[in-house]
């Protein structure tokens, strides 16, 4: 159900995080969020970051939204990202550092490189009883942020595959198992969050283009059963809010884990069958060399390019992001597209402002093609002369 897209030529957003303010010192860990939101300096701190995260998107002038992925850590290369749903789900418990024998979501690399740290510092619980909602608080995370603005606030969380990979299992001992029992738990959690009103949810990171890539296919790991794991996770939600998915080629530390940027075409026919309204795409690290192919099999969907790239702190100037939307509307039409960064923009990555100036020319980018087209330009105050400090002699 096309709700926050509907009725937008387009569109503009980013994927989800961004970098923390300096000042935003307090970590969630294990705590139940509710619990933590008594803390007078927790609930303090964690309220006058999504002002600030809310607030930069909207003097940008993005149309969308996000929190900011303001609930997780401050911690090595975005860790929380893996960590916040087992840590908060009911089933698992613990604390175990990660080990190369069994870590099917990690990529071992040896000492000296920085995504070693990554995995130096990767500790997740252990499943050791049925999965269940636990404490997720999707609920009350999103309204913390959706009631500090007009705009609406896409709320996104990590698939179950994911999550399924990177922990130890000591009570289903089969993958295929644990999987669907985690979708059906988040499946539940988020029909709790769409009925609610949240307008847009997205889950991040599916692995099918992922294992594509990798050429990796074995009796649970394959398309298949990915697409069946997402159309379950997401199951009923389309009748009732707008479902994004979020695919891109990977993001700790800001990193790229291939040393080429992968192409999406052999995933394209089974991401073209997920339950979803927008499909996002990484499109800017490589130049779109993916969308002839994107709009010749995702037929369906709204499709969401990313126009700058978050891996580097270079700012992509407003023709830079022009070129790449002229280049998507070769293949894509205007009403089936949708504008947003690659990735986020928060995970150890870079500086608010560089995240900030991102923001701004994804809309200044689309002012461009919105002017050609014969379009409404959405307003972006940062951009406003009249509001300049410098003076003239």
Known sequence: ????????????????????????????????????????????????????????????????????????????????WFSYAPLHMAGFAGARPYAVKGGLAGIPHKPGHILHDVLETRVMPDLIGPVGRGKLRYTAIWKAAQRQTMRPVKFGTITPELIAMSVRDSHYRDLRERILAISDALNEELHELADAGCKVIQLEEPQIHLLAAKGLADAVLNAKFMVEVFNNTVRGLRKKTEVWCHTCWGNPAAQRLFAKTPSYAPALDALSELDADVITFETCSSGGMDLEGIGKRIREHKICIGVVDHHTLQVETPEQVAGLIRKALEHVPAERLVLASDCGMGREGMSRRHAFYKMVSIVLGGNLVRRELGLPQAQCLAAESRYSMIEGE
Do not use: K
């Open 1 to 80: 159900m096309y709700l926050a897209t509907a009725g937008l030529l387009l569109p503009t957003s980013i994927i989800g995080s961004l970098p923390r303010p300096g000042w935003y010192t307090q970590n969630l860990g294990a705590r139940d969020f509710r619990d933590a939101m008594v803390d007078r300096g927790y609930r303090e701190q964690y309220l006058d970051a999504l002002a600030v995260y809310l607030r930069d998107q909207e003097v940008a002038g993005l149309d969308i939204v996000t929190d900011g992925d303001c609930r997780f850590d401050a911690d090595v290369a975005g860790h929380n």
